[in-house]
T-cell receptor
Framework: DSGVTQTPKHLITATGQRVTLRCSPR?????VYWYQQSLDQGLQFLIQ???????AKGNILERFSAQQFPDLHSELNLSSLELGDSALYFC?????????????FGSGTQLSVL | DQQVKQNSPSLSVQEGRISILNCDYT??????FLWYKKYPAEGPTFLIS?????DKNEDGRFTVFLNKSAKHLSLHIVPSQPGDSAVYFC????????????FGQGTELSVKP
């Protein structure tokens, strides 16, 4: 158990809909990262938050947004969903003192868009 | 632009033999490299890392080698065990580029008894 909690584990929805994925980082970790793993793809970096502030952005679509709340949990919002958004979405956190980004991952949310 | 590449989607090895997983990168600013292991229905877990100032790092049965001139790293598992069967991801980061981890596509290792 990495200490990173993601909910829900599975999500099935239809095209055009909007969903919210939730992540609670490990106790004491200030950074939260979101990654997307599609079929035959590696882990694609989406976005990073540090103590409530956006720190870095990767290949995140404009239809996607994220935020980190004062209690440090994070939510990833996916809207106007398309079939191609079906993927495994991982959240990860890292310790505040880390100078290199060793990440601790949650078990992921499997999103299926039908 | 795939900055970190694992060109072998899968690898099959006999128990007790050596497993060698390879990874290539293109960004010369990467200065920290990691290997993660992922079992089905679980998130990736950190396995071993290496800084660009080193060319080898060992942890038990796992050794990572870094060849900066070739922009290549490899993970050696000796001896391989059936419990090592998993997907292995190579990752890299550049501290002066924000430090976010860039992952390869993964290599699925199967260790047969």
């Amino acid at each position: 158990d990495s200490g990173v909690t993601q909910t829900p584990k599975h999500l099935i929805t239809a095209t055009g809909q909007r969903v919210t994925l939730r992540c609670s980082p490990r106790s004491g970790d200030l950074s939260v990262y979101w990654y997307q793993q599609s079929l035959d793809q590696g882990l694609q970096f989406l976005i990073q938050y540090y103590n409530g502030e956006e720190r870095a952005k990767g290949n995140i679509l404009e239809r996607f947004s994220a935020q980190q709340f004062p209690d440090l949990h994070s939510e990833l919002n996916l809207s106007s969903l398309e079939l191609g958004d079906s993927a495994l979405y991982f959240c990860a956190s890292s310790p505040p003192s880390a100078t290199n980004e060793k990440l601790f991952f949650g078990s992921g949310t499997q999103l299926s868009v039908l | 632009d795939q900055q970190v590449k694992q060109n072998s989607p899968s690898l099959s090895v006999q128990e007790g033999r050596i497993s060698i997983l390879n990874c290539d990168y293109t960004n010369s600013m990467f200065d920290y490299f990691l290997w993660y292991k992922k079992y089905p229905a679980e998130g990736p877990t950190f396995l071993i890392s290496i800084s660009s100032i080193k060319d080898k790092n060992e942890d038990g049965r796992f050794t990572v080698f870094l060849n900066k001139s070739a922009k290549h790293l490899s993970l050696h598992i000796v001896p391989s065990q059936p419990g090592d069967s998993a997907v292995y991801f190579c990752a890299a980061s550049a501290r002066n580029q924000g430090g976010k981890l860039i992952f390869g596509q993964g290599t699925e290792l199967s260790v047969k008894p």
